[in-house]
């Protein structure tokens, strides 16, 4: 029996679906992810190419829009667990140039930029009510990587009941092994797996149904 047979015999892998409402959260996207001689390889690169296209559709459909940035302070004096695991990321303080989100996909006013030191968007952060105040019910996931800070804020996302899906052509990890397997698990259990196509695709026509429902109205 193969994998995915397992879990749909055990009734996983269903669809959440869309709600009314979605924002488009970018988990990282700063150069040292795109480094490969600091955090970054693997399909990094490419992840952030298709995510530029879908950022500038989002901004046109006016979606909330949503950056995150790992900085720990420059004594480290915030640096926990997670830098005795990886004591590189210690280096992503403020000013630095490895924290500094890449250019393909720097931020506009009105776009939100959360600092964070643990891997998940929404531990320690604002993130929760931020969405909650925009009305949001669908959190769209692009970044990296893929098994690390993409799947942590996937879980929380899940679990703070957004519905959540997971942009798979962009989001990217240094190694193909991890990003394949946390995208099979993530799409069984805790969100949707969308192409960016799939995901601009269904916008549209939500858009303009809409539309064509205010017409008919008037």
């Given at each position: 029996m193969s994998d995915k047979a397992i879990y749909e015999k055990q009734g996983f892998g269903n669809r959440?679906?869309?709600?009314?409402?979605?924002?488009?959260?970018?988990?990282?996207?700063?150069?040292?992810?795109?480094?490969?001689?600091?955090?970054?390889?693997?399909?990094?690169g490419p992840a952030i190419q298709s995510t530029r296209t879908l950022l500038d559709f989002a901004r046109k459909a006016g979606l909330p829009i949503v950056h995150t940035r790992v900085v720990y302070a420059e004594d480290g004096s915030d640096a926990g667990v997670f830098c005795?695991?990886?004591?590189?990321?210690?280096?992503?303080?403020?000013?630095?140039?490895?924290?500094?989100?890449?250019?393909?996909?720097?931020?506009?006013?009105?776009?939100?930029?959360?600092?964070?030191?643990?891997?998940?968007?929404?531990?320690?952060?604002?993130?929760?009510?931020?969405?909650?105040?925009?009305?949001?019910?669908?959190?769209?996931?692009?970044?990296?990587?893929?098994?690390?800070?993409?799947?942590?804020?996937?879980?929380?996302?899940?679990?703070?009941?957004?519905?959540t899906i997971v942009v798979t052509d962009c989001v990217g990890d240094r190694a193909m092994g991890p990003h394949e397997a946390n995208l099979f698990d993530m799409g069984q259990k805790y969100a949707d797996l969308l192409t960016s196509a799939q995901v601009m695709e269904h916008l549209e026509r939500r858009s303009s149904s809409q539309a064509l429902g205010k017409s008919r109205a008037t």
């Open positions: 959440s679906g869309f709600g009314n409402s979605a924002a488009l959260l970018m988990v990282d996207f700063v150069n040292g992810f795109n480094d490969p001689a600091l955090f970054g390889g693997g399909n990094i005795l695991k990886a004591p590189g990321l210690k280096i992503l303080t403020e000013d630095a140039a490895a924290s500094q989100i890449v250019s393909e996909l720097t931020p506009v006013p009105g776009e939100y930029v959360i600092r964070k030191t643990q891997p998940s968007a929404f531990f320690g952060t604002s993130l929760t009510p931020w969405l909650v105040g925009k009305g949001v019910d669908t959190l769209l996931v692009t970044g990296c990587t893929t098994s690390g800070c993409v799947r942590a804020t996937v879980i929380d996302s899940m679990s703070s009941n957004f519905r």
